[in-house]
C-alpha cells in the first residue's frame, strides 16, 4: 500500500491568516492574557462579512461576541473581555482576562506576504496596529514530519499523525533503494524526520542525509544493540560524533512500547512536543 501526505489542510495556527487576506475579513488576536487561558499570546481569529468564523479562540461564546463587535467598529481597538471588563453580562468560563484587538480590515498585502513565505517554509511575521501593546505577530512554518520504514508502524504513525492535523510524508521501503539516500533532501529546522525499520541495515544513508540539514529531530527505532550498531557504523561513515548526538533513540515518550500504535502515539507526542517548544521560542 502507497500512503500519500494530505498537503490540503493548513496547521491551524495560520487558518486565520490565509482567511484575513480575503477582502471583507477582519482579523482578531489575542494581545493580553490575565489569568490562565486555553490559547497563547497572538492566537487569532478570522471573521467573514457573514458572521462565520476561521479560527478558535474559545467555546464559542467568545467568538459570537467578536463577530457582533467587530461590526461596530470602523478601526483597530483593543477590547478586554472577561475579568476587568466593562462588559458585565459577559465572562469568560476560566475567570481570567483578555485583551483582544478587534481589527475590521488587517493590512491584506503584508498578510498574503506572511502566507507566501510560511508556504515556502519561512518564518514570518504580521505586524499589528495601534492601540496593540503586541507590536507584531509572529508565525512558524507547519510541522512537517518525514518518516521512513516498513510494516505496521509506518502505516500506524501515517493514520495516526493524518488524524492529528500533522502533515506526514511515509516513505516504503519499496520507494528506496538499499544503501542510499532517499534523495529527497535533508529537511529545514521546521521538519522532524523519524525512522521506522526492523532491518536497520536500510538506514545509515537516510541518517546521514538527515544530519545534513536542520531537521529539529531526527529519530531512529531500535533497541540498545541496534543503536550501539548504527552509532559505530555512522563513525565509520565519517560522521562527526557532535552531530551524531541529534539522533533521538529510542524514540517517544512512552519506554517499551509492544504494538505499532502505542509507538506512533509515543512519537508523535514526543515530537510534536519539541516542534511546539520550538515554535514558543520563534515566537
Known amino acids: 500500500m502507497i500512503l500519500t501526505a494530505d498537503d ?9 491568516l490565509i482567511a484575513a487576506c480575503e477582502p471583507g475579513v477582519a482579523l482578531c488576536t489575542i ?5 490562565s487561558f486555553s490559547r497563547r499570546l497572538g492566537a487569532q481569529l478570522a471573521i467573514r462579512s457573514d458572521g462565520s468564523v476561521v479560527g478558535s479562540l474559545a467555546d464559542g461564546c467568545l467568538e459570537r461576541q467578536l463577530a457582533s463587535d467587530v461590526r461596530r467598529i470602523e478601526g483597530p481597538k483593543v477590547v478586554r473581555y472577561g475579568a476587568g471588563s466593562q462588559m458585565i453580562d459577559f465572562r469568560l468560563p476560566c475567570g481570567g482576562g483578555l485583551d483582544i484587538l478587534l481589527d ?5 498585502t503584508q498578510a498574503r ?4 513565505l510560511l508556504k515556502r ?6 505586524a499589528l496596529p495601534e ?24 502505516d500506524a504513525f501515517f493514520r495516526l499523525g493524518n488524524a492529528a492535523g500533522v502533515a506526514v510524508e511515509p516513505f516504503e521501503k519499496d520507494q528506496l533503494t538499499l544503501g542510499q539516500s532517499s534523495g529527497e ?22 541518517l546521514a542525509e538527515a544530519l ?12 540498545e544493540n541496534a543503536r550501539h550498531n548504527r552509532t559505530l557504523a555512522l563513525l565509520q561513515a565519517g560522521c562527526d560524533e557532535k552531530e551524531l548526538a541529534r539522533i533521538v533513540s529510542p524514540v517517544g515518550l512512552l519506554p517499551g512500547c509492544k504494538s505499532p500504535a502505542n509507538l506512533a502515539l509515543s512519537a508523535l507526542t514526543e515530537i510534536v512536543g519539541r516542534y511546539e517548544t520550538l515554535r514558543e521560542r520563534t515566537v
Do not use: M
Open 8 to 16: 490540503t489542510r493548513h496547521d491551524e495556527d495560520h487558518a486565520a
Open 31 to 35: 494581545v493580553g492574557i490575565d489569568g
Open 104 to 108: 475590521p480590515a488587517p493590512d491584506r
Open 113 to 116: 506576504r506572511a502566507v507566501k
Open 121 to 126: 517554509r519561512k518564518a514570518a511575521k504580521l
Open 131 to 154: 492601540p496593540s501593546p503586541l507590536k507584531c505577530r509572529a508565525y512558524t512554518p507547519r510541522l512537517f514530519v518525514k518518516v521512513f520504514g516498513e510494516g505496521p508502524e509506518l
Open 185 to 206: 533532501g535533508a529537511g529545514d529546522r521546521w521538519t522532524a524526520i523519524l525512522l521506522l525499520f526492523h532491518d536497520h541495515e536500510w538506514e545509515l544513508p537516510l
Open 212 to 223: 545534513e540539514g536542520h531537521a529539529f529531530y531526527i529519530g531512529a527505532q531500535g533497541g
